[in-house]
């Protein structure tokens, strides 16, 4: 009996709060808007359809291109694990994540962009 009694007084008390929800800052990671910037680093490397290394591809990207990542995703291979990311080109589409530097505003990109162009 004093078990309900103790649940019944911990439900009223809790049941009339009007819960709020949270809402993050909009800041680029939260607002899902971007992630940040990449500047490609390699030579030379193709954009995917697909986040996997037999996917379809769109086109390629050149040391120094600089694109703006929208999401990412680890996939599991046989060697581990890969961290690919979706990027806005163009072309728009999948990269390895470890053929980029990534920075966090489009200024910084800018200028190692220009710096690798050289």
Not at 35 to 43: E, L, M, P, Q, R
Request: glycine share 10%; proline share 6%; net charge negative.
């Amino acid at each position: 009996m004093f078990f309900l009694l103790c649940f019944f007084c911990l439900y009223s008390c809790t049941a009339n709060k009007e819960e709020m929800p949270v809402i993050p800052p909009l800041t680029s990671p939260l607002s899902g808007e971007y992630i940040g910037f990449g500047v490609i680093k390699d030579s030379f490397t193709h954009v995917t359809a697909e986040p996997s290394e037999d996917s379809e591809s769109y086109g390629y990207m050149r040391r120094g291109s600089l694109v703006k990542i929208i999401s990412r995703q680890v996939i599991r291979t046989s060697g581990g694990f890969a961290s690919w990311v979706l990027v806005e080109g163009p072309p728009d589409g999948w990269l390895k994540e470890e053929v980029m530097d990534i920075y966090g505003s489009a200024g910084q990109a800018e200028t190692a962009s220009e710096s690798m162009s050289r």
